[in-house]
Structure formats: structure tokens, C-alpha cells
């Protein structure tokens, strides 16, 4: 057993909001590796993401979101398991972040959008960051449907 360093731990914890017991397991795994921590992390969200595909979702939030001069609107529904997660900072983030997203890159349905490239960081999709959402929060979440609107568009 690899005794975990805990400035990494507080540090992983701190940056990525994963339990504790995860970060320790991650740097456990790793050896202390934070690079390897945080790719374990990522993986295992994953993993655990797929595992809560098939919960039911039945709360959630409806995120409104307007872009820069008022020209172009959002609205998009999210759905979790327990309003209790529907009401943190982490999923109305989530909700915000794939509105903006919406907002900027136009996408024609949902299948499209959870493909798409994550406009602050290339090297993920919104599929990435809602399974990412779920491995933090505990829950399965849904992107339902969106409407965006545009002025002068048809």
C-alpha cells in the first residue's frame, strides 16, 4: 500500500471536487503520480457514469441564458435524480456551461451537441463534461432538449 502524499490529496480534491476516498484510491493507484491521479479520475468517473445511465431522472433545472447583446437566447432543461443536486452550484454550472455552449456553436439536436467539442477546453465534449458532472455529484444527468432563438434566423 503506497502512502498517499496529502498535499497531493487536498490538491486533487481542491481541483477537481471528487470525494476524498476517490482522490485517495486515484493517488493510491498512481503512486503518487498527480498526472496519472487525475487520468484514473477521469476514467473512473467515466465508468461510473455508465453505471448510473439507467437511473431514472425526474428533477432537474430549466438554465435561461441570453448571449452578450441580447441578439441570441438559450433555454435548456436538465434533468438529475434528486432535487437536492438539481439546487448545487456544480449542476447549475453544468447548466450554464452547455447553455453558453448552445449559444455559441448551434447545435441541431442533443445527439449533436453531447458530440460536440467543449468550447472552453477542446480536449473534451459535453458528453465528457456531463460525465464528468455525474462522477462529482453522484447522480445520472440528462440533457433533454434545448430551444435556442436568434434574432433575424428562421
Given at each position: 500500500?503506497?502512502?498517499?502524499?496529502?498535499?497531493?490529496?487536498?490538491?486533487?480534491?481542491?481541483?477537481?471536487?471528487?470525494?476524498?476516498?476517490?482522490?485517495?484510491?486515484?493517488?493510491?493507484?498512481?503512486?503518487?503520480?498527480?498526472?496519472?491521479?487525475?487520468?484514473?479520475?477521469?476514467?473512473h468517473?467515466?465508468?461510473?457514469?455508465?453505471?448510473k445511465?439507467?437511473?431514472?431522472?425526474?428533477?432537474?433545472?430549466?438554465?435561461?441564458?441570453?448571449?452578450?447583446?441580447?441578439?441570441?437566447?438559450?433555454?435548456?432543461?436538465?434533468?438529475?435524480?434528486?432535487?437536492?443536486?438539481?439546487?448545487?452550484?456544480?449542476?447549475k454550472?453544468?447548466?450554464?456551461?452547455?447553455?453558453m455552449?448552445?449559444?455559441?456553436?448551434k447545435?441541431?439536436?442533443?445527439?449533436?451537441?453531447?458530440?460536440?467539442?467543449?468550447?472552453?477546453?477542446?480536449?473534451?465534449?459535453?458528453?465528457?463534461?456531463?460525465?464528468?458532472?455525474?462522477?462529482?455529484l453522484?447522480?445520472?444527468?440528462?440533457?433533454?432538449?434545448?430551444?435556442?432563438f436568434?434574432?433575424?434566423?428562421?
Amino acid at each position: 500500500m503506497v502512502q498517499v502524499d496529502i498535499k497531493l490529496l487536498k490538491k486533487l480534491r481542491n481541483e477537481t471536487g471528487i470525494s476524498l476516498a476517490d482522490c485517495r484510491k486515484a493517488l493510491e493507484e498512481s503512486e503518487n503520480d498527480y498526472k496519472k491521479a487525475l487520468e484514473w479520475l477521469r476514467q473512473h468517473g467515466i465508468e461510473k457514469a455508465g453505471k448510473k445511465a439507467e437511473r431514472e431522472t425526474s428533477q432537474g433545472l430549466i438554465e435561461a441564458y441570453l448571449h452578450g447583446n441580447g441578439r441570441v437566447g438559450v433555454l435548456v432543461e436538465i434533468l438529475c435524480e434528486t432535487d437536492f443536486v438539481a439546487r448545487t452550484n456544480e449542476f447549475k454550472q453544468l447548466a450554464h456551461e452547455v447553455a453558453m455552449q448552445i449559444a455559441a456553436m448551434k447545435p441541431k439536436d442533443v445527439q449533436t451537441l453531447l458530440k460536440q467539442e467543449y468550447i472552453r477546453d477542446s480536449s473534451k465534449t459535453i458528453e465528457t463534461l456531463v460525465k464528468e458532472a455525474i462522477a462529482k455529484l453522484g447522480e445520472n444527468i440528462v440533457l433533454k432538449k434545448f430551444t435556442r432563438f436568434e434574432i433575424g434566423e428562421e
